[in-house]
């Protein structure tokens, strides 16, 4: 709270669901306007969890999180207004043409301004080609969809962008535009939140890095700390049971 | 936020593959009907002008005054177009005459059977079947759908309050459905200008409550969509659910309601009513063999002591005496069974009309069984449409009656042979009047019987309440219910 720069903060968030797994256990974190954190850990860690608190899709059973000061539970709606957000598997509405899904999810969010050819602008530059931005999205493939999805989100213009698995489904060339996509977001100032499996483009790209295991997050570096580690045996090890370091 | 969010709903629904199909499917069926109740309205029409006509060729003809038997037929009204209800059920006409009693005969299903296996497809029955699964169809993954596609958790990514979003989600639907429908409703009514139906401000002001409850009867379904999206995680759930309510709602609670009504309401069958009229006729006789028998018992003992021709004189003086005692107590067992009899047939009216009652009362429970009850008393197909035309057919036959008497007294003469015996003309046939000299010009003519507006729509009043209330009540289901909806 003293650093103004933070925008997104978790602390000690923990949730427990009904069926009383635990799914997070005292995770704490930040991160400031210009940076990318990136969550690493097998599936069923808790990653997709921690985006859904910062949103209130659930509520955290102890802990709170903030988004540039605001306890999400508490005020979701001013929360959300400072939030864009990109799903692991974006579908959007099939009927509706990439255009039509994007002026609606736009204007959902607040903004009124864009025109069609801003549209056009931000499709081109998720990497979504021209013949298709006033198709209907049923044609669509996973990976198109997906870029659809970036582009709502950039759209938003939010200060903080949380991005569930994004890269799932983009094929190598288009996974490569996206990590410079977000160098860029991150350039304008962007707070970015990341869950993700790939650890080379991770690496490459965040910031900051943090591995989750069974709801507990065992490992926080930034990237200059693991710039001469090699992340893919760390990872490994930490998976395998090594606990956080003093 | 409303205006997207509802902007949204109507592109979706506009949007929609199954959209062009359904909606095309209903406008015609509509216009279909419509345009088949104005054919059947015409003839019926036609049949009503015939039938006046060719009751003054028969007068032309009558013999007598008292004799005159006078074809009546129901009045066809414009509204049977869109409401047919009971209209082809009962008969068209009835004979009235001095002799015969008075009966609805002739009804179009019993004329044509055809028509009565399939039923004639009115505006009410697409009102009441077709739009409430076009509206099933379009909402029942009003809100599970959109978890189901990703597409909610999106949309409360942003700003956006559960409250305002399930609001305008069903606001939407409902605009995106009705105002479509619209069109079809419109070009019906055209059509009914088109063939130029006569339509009264009256029957204009009916018709408009008619389209008010086929609205209120729309929403409903539209606003029960969106509470059991609310209610389960996956449309493929939801549409199961909702068929079944369906089901319930506009083939099962009506039916089950009368059956219900049938238990509270016990109404004893013909056989029965005969049964405990036989009962009562035979006792009632008995007693009376009893009685009689007591009474020449007694008269036999009267002349007990007497000689026989004593006994002759006696037996002629008091026999004429006796017989008209005997007839005397004939009489009134008689008239004790008549009024048995009556009292037995009131008491099965009434206990009918309170069977009626409760069926209708628990029917309602159904919003298909309130619109179809306010749609056959807007249009005068309802229930009583029988009762009304019996009522004031007999209320008629008795003028005519007395008509036929009164005329018959001014002019001398009763119609047919007339045979009279005098003692000093001795015996005088005469034959009635020449035909067609007869004058009927003063002669009463059938009104049909007038339902004023307010008859017609008073119990609208309660239906359109009850239906407004389901909807309401769906939609605050939905609404409460979405509060606390996991969008994920
Ligand atoms: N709705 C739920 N009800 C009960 N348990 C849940 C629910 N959602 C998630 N969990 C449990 O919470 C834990 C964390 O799940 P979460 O989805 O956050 O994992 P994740 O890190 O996103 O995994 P993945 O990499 O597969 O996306 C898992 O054990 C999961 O079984
Ligand atoms: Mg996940």
């Given at each position: 709270m003293q650093d103004t720069n933070v925008m997104l903060e978790a602390r000690s968030l923990s949730k427990r669901y009904?069926?009383?797994?635990?799914?997070?256990?005292?995770v704490s974190f930040t991160v400031e306007k210009g940076e990318i954190f990136a969550m690493l850990g097998a599936n069923g860690a808790g990653k997709t969890t921690t985006i859904n608190i910062f949103f209130n899709f659930i509520e955290p059973s102890a802990g709170e999180a903030r988004v540039d000061g605001i306890v999400t539970h508490k005020d979701p709606l001013a929360a959300k207004q400072r939030l864009a957000f990109v799903s692991e598997n974006v579908m959007l509405y099939p009927n509706f043409t990439a255009i039509q899904n994007l002026d609606f999810f736009s204007r959902l969010g607040?903004?009124?301004?864009?025109?069609r050819s801003d549209y056009h602008e931000v499709l081109l530059r998720v990497g979504l080609q021209e013949e298709a931005h006033d198709k209907k999205l049923r044609g669509f493939s996973k990976g198109m969809r997906q870029k659809c999805g970036i582009a709502v989100a950039i759209l938003k213009d939010a200060p903080a962008i949380l991005l569930d698995e994004?890269?799932?489904?983009?094929?190598p060339k288009a996974g490569f535009e996206f990590m410079q996509l977000l160098d860029t977001l991150r350039n304008e100032g962007k707070a970015i939140l990341m869950s993700t499996h790939d650890i080379f483009r991770a690496k490459e790209v965040a910031d900051s890095i943090g591995i989750m295991r069974e709801g507990r997050l065992v490992m926080q570096k930034s990237g200059a700390e693991l710039a001469a580690e090699n992340l893919e045996n760390l990872y490994l090890e930490y998976m395998a049971g090594k606990t956080v370091e003093a | 936020m409303f205006k997207i969010i509802i902007e949204n709903e109507l592109r979706a629904i506009l949007y929609s593959p199954k959209f062009v199909a359904t909606f095309a499917t209903c406008s015609l069926l509509m216009l279909l009907s419509v345009f088949v109740g104005i054919q059947e309205y015409r003839a019926s029409v036609r049949q009503y002008e015939a039938s006046l006509s060719l009751a003054d060729q028969q007068l032309q003809e009558a013999s007598s005054y008292s004799g005159v038997n006078m074809r009546t037929y129901r009045a066809p009204d414009p509204m049977q177009v869109f409401v047919s209800g009971v209209q082809n059920d009962i008969g068209r006409f009835s004979d009235i005459n001095a002799s015969e009693a008075l009966k609805l005969t002739n009804s179009v299903y019993s004329d044509d059977p055809i028509f009565a296996i399939f039923r004639f497809i009115d505006f009410t029955f697409i009102v009441q079947v077709v739009l409430s699964l076009f509206a099933i169809l379009f909402t029942f993954d009003a809100i599970n759908g959109e978890r189901e596609r990703g597409t909610l958790k999106l949309i409360f990514s942003n700003a956006v309050s559960r409250a305002e979003y399930v609001l305008s989600k069903s606001i939407g639907a409902w605009l995106g459905l009705l105002a479509p429908l619209a069109i079809p409703v419109l070009l019906s009514l055209m059509l009914v200008s088109l063939f130029k139906i006569q339509l009264q401000p009256e029957h204009w002001m009916r018709l408009a409550i008619l389209l008010a409850a086929a609205v209120l009867f729309f929403t409903f379904f539209v606003f029960l969509g969106v509470l059991i999206s609310t209610l389960t995680r996956h449309s493929s759930v939801s549409f199961m659910l909702l068929l079944v309510s369906w089901v319930a709602l506009v083939l099962i609670v009506p039916r089950a309601a009368v059956m219900a009504a049938g238990q509270i309401v016990p109404v004893p069958s013909i056989a029965e009513i005969e049964g405990r009229e036989d009962g009562f006729a035979k006792s009632q006789w008995r007693t009376y063999e009893q009685q009689l028998a007591k009474r020449w018992q007694q008269r036999n003992g009267e002349m007990a002591g007497l000689s026989p021709a004593d006994r002759q004189a006696y037996r002629d003086e008091h026999l004429w005496q006796w017989m008209e005692q005997d007839d005397a107590a004939r009489t009134e067992i008689q008239e004790e069974i008549n009024a048995f009899r009556t009292k037995l047939n009131e008491d099965l009216r009434n206990r009918k009309a309170e069977l009626q009652r409760s069926a209708f009362t628990l029917s309602r429970l159904s919003p298909a069984s309130a619109f179809q009850l306010t749609a056959m008393n807007l249009a005068g197909t309802n229930i009583d449409l029988k009762s009304r035309y019996e009522d004031s057919m007999a209320s008629y036959r008795s003028e005519l009656i007395a008509y036929g008497r009164r005329k018959q007294k001014e002019s001398g003469t009763t119609g047919g042979i007339r045979i009279t015996i005098d003692s000093e003309a001795g015996l005088n046939i005469s034959t009635g009047r020449?035909?067609?000299?007869?004058?009927?010009?003063?002669m009463p003519r059938f009104q049909p019987p007038r339902r004023s507006l307010a008859q017609a729509t008073a119990p609208a009043v309660v239906d359109l309440g009850l239906l407004a209330l389901y909807s309401l009540l769906a939609l605050a289901g939905a609404f409460v219910r979405f509060l606390r909806y996991d969008v994920r």
């Open positions: 009904e069926d009383s797994v635990l799914a997070l256990n005292e607040g903004r009124k301004d864009y025109s994004p890269t799932s489904g983009l094929d | 020449d035909k067609g000299t007869l004058d009927f010009s003063d």
